[in-house]
């Protein structure tokens, strides 16, 4: 008799919105609050009752993710599992830039266009997009490790682009055509190692492109 496969859940969540993100100011590995906007996005997503089963938090420590973990699952804060493996891509000299100042910054840095989208290829000082692919695989082998059916990752834009992209087989270039908006909900349903279904259970109403 063949052994029944194990099913298992990965729900991602990105944190809610921040003061950066919506002036187009790459915030990477800076370590800033939520917003007003972000909080009152949460209280918008509780009211919509998103039907999270996990059994296990984890998200990155960076303030804007833990706050948005803490929030959203009502778990405080020493009770959620952290990795540093799922912080935000670095993006070195280009956090906190002003979108102007960005072409000015030496040595220049180049970029790959998909939907419209500017991706940095090199960013100087950050991590390449390779880089963070790497970084990914790892963070998912810690999922793994941990023993959880139905893990929550609350992380950041760029890394879930990722994170997603890797969950569902694709590559680096091609994880790029999906972005991934603020306080948006994932889940991933897995048989043994085979993705059997994903679905977006929750995105709040946005009027821009998500950042």
Known sequence: MNAPHR?????????AA????RKHIIAGRLNPSLNDEGRAQIKDMAAAKVPLAYDLVISSPQRRALET???VTGLPQDQITTSELCME?????????????????????????????????NPPGGETLEQLRERVVAFHEFVDGTGAKRPLVVSHGTFLQQYHGYLQGLDVYHSLQTGVSYLEVNAFEFRGQALFAHSRLYRPEFIEQPW
């Open 69 to 71: 973990a803490a929030l």
């Open 7 to 15: 099913e298992r859940v990965i729900y991602t969540l990105r944190h």
């Open 89 to 121: 891509r670095n993006y070195g000299l280009l956090e906190g830039v002003a979108p102007e100042e960005i072409g000015r910054i030496e040595p220049a840095t180049h970029y790959v266009s998909v939907g419209g989208v500017e991706h940095s290829l």
């Open 18 to 21: 921040i003061d950066l993100g």
